[in-house]
């Protein structure tokens, strides 16, 4: 079975700093794999994914992930935070179906 | 439809009543998801539907819960006896998977159904 693992429910940063979301990933096979972003009151959308090919990608909003198989891990940055930033963030991984982590609420700081 | 639709939006119901929450995919999206957002739990996986095959059900937590997925659209999601434990927000999303695309397919989430017992 495939599943993902965020660590950190809540992250803080201050607003210009660089944003870390952490994310590890188990699975028998090469994975695929997502960051999902929840916007205060919104519904879940699209950031960016890893199916094959460039293993750093790029987002929306300025962000990326990179994808370590030796790490087995799929960590999400932003360079400089912005206020904008504050939401919820799931990282996922794709096999006959979807499945989630528990997610990481970023807090931005002025 | 040009998103995921679902409904209610709020339920409100008393413990030990049955509820039934409505998703409504994008039209021609052949997987369909349930899951459900806990304060606190993140997504939890609660059942799968993709085409003719067999649903995943794996992740529903007790035989009160059941989904079942009519001429391949429209699915219901029903909670039978409700225990103010099943109060959260119950997401659908729905994707178009092909053997192309296969696991690389970006889920498209309804708004939810926030399920409230007293």
């Known amino acids: 079975a495939q599943s993902v693992t965020q660590l950190g429910s809540h992250v803080s940063v201050s607003e210009g700093a660089l944003v870390l979301l952490r994310c590890n990933y188990s699975s028998s096979v090469p994975p695929y794999l997502f960051w999902y972003v929840q916007y205060p009151n919104q519904g879940l959308q699209l950031l960016l994914k890893y199916t094959t090919g460039a293993t750093l990608v790029k987002g929306i909003n300025g962000f990326e992930a990179e994808f370590k198989k030796s790490e087995t891990s799929f960590h999400l940055t932003k360079p400089s935070a912005h206020m904008s930033d504050a939401a919820e963030y799931f990282c996922?991984?794709?096999?006959?179906?979807?499945?989630f982590g528990a997610g990481t609420r970023l807090t931005v700081k002025p | 439809g040009a998103g995921v639709s679902q409904s209610p939006s709020n339920k409100v119901t008393e413990k030990g009543k049955d509820v039934e929450l409505r998703c409504d995919p994008i039209?021609?999206?052949?997987?369909l998801y349930w899951y459900r957002q806990s304060l606190g739990q993140g997504l939890e996986f609660l059942i799968y539907?993709?085409?003719?095959?067999?649903?995943?059900k794996s992740g529903l937590p007790s035989d009160r819960f059941s989904a079942e997925r009519t001429g391949g659209s429209v699915s219901t999601l029903t909670i039978q006896r409700t225990q103010q434990e099943d109060s959260a927000v119950y997401l659908c999303a729905s994707s178009l998977v092909s053997s192309r695309t296969r696991g690389a397919n970006v889920l498209t989430f309804g708004a939810g159904s926030r399920l409230t017992v007293l």
């Open positions: 539907f993709q085409g003719n095959s067999a649903p995943d």
């Open positions: 996922a991984v794709s096999g006959r179906d979807m499945r």
């Open positions: 039209s021609g999206h052949t997987a």
